[in-house]
């Protein structure tokens, strides 16, 4: 069997917390899954044990013994969480959503008892406001001056 490039061996302490942690209160999956990785891996399990023992992939457990040897000095349970996910850029700024407020707090278009998000959102292409936007991001937006 070749040698681990990343060990685990968690102190005392981090053992009790990671038990602690999957034992107790509501957390993603993923979060309990790393703790269980980490559990497991001190336990000297292989990898191939712990991908059948949690239904996870040999990347899943190489990425969670990696970051474990980087983090060596970090609290155990900050180890768990994730990092931020970059994401779509945001496309509405405060600026788009100061002009969603005024448009929906005006008196409503001539045949319409009210402003619709179709509506708004045309009336922002019209504006010049935004070149285009989907419904769901005017609703975002609404639902944020409220």
Known sequence: MPKKV???????EERERLET???QGK???RAMNRARILLLADEQHSDEEIMEALGISRQTVFKV????NESKNANILTILQESPRPGQPVKLD?????????IACSEA????????LHMIAARLVELK?????CLESVRKALKKTN
């Open 6 to 12: 990343y060990r685990v061996q968690l102190t005392v």
């Open 21 to 23: 942690y999957v034992k």
């Open 27 to 29: 957390k993603s999956a």
């Open 65 to 68: 013994r990696k970051k474990y």
């Open 94 to 102: 405060s600026r788009v959503e100061a002009h969603v407020a005024m």
């Open 109 to 116: 278009p001539e045949g319409a008892a009210r402003w619709t």
């Open 129 to 133: 406001v935004v070149d285009s936007i």
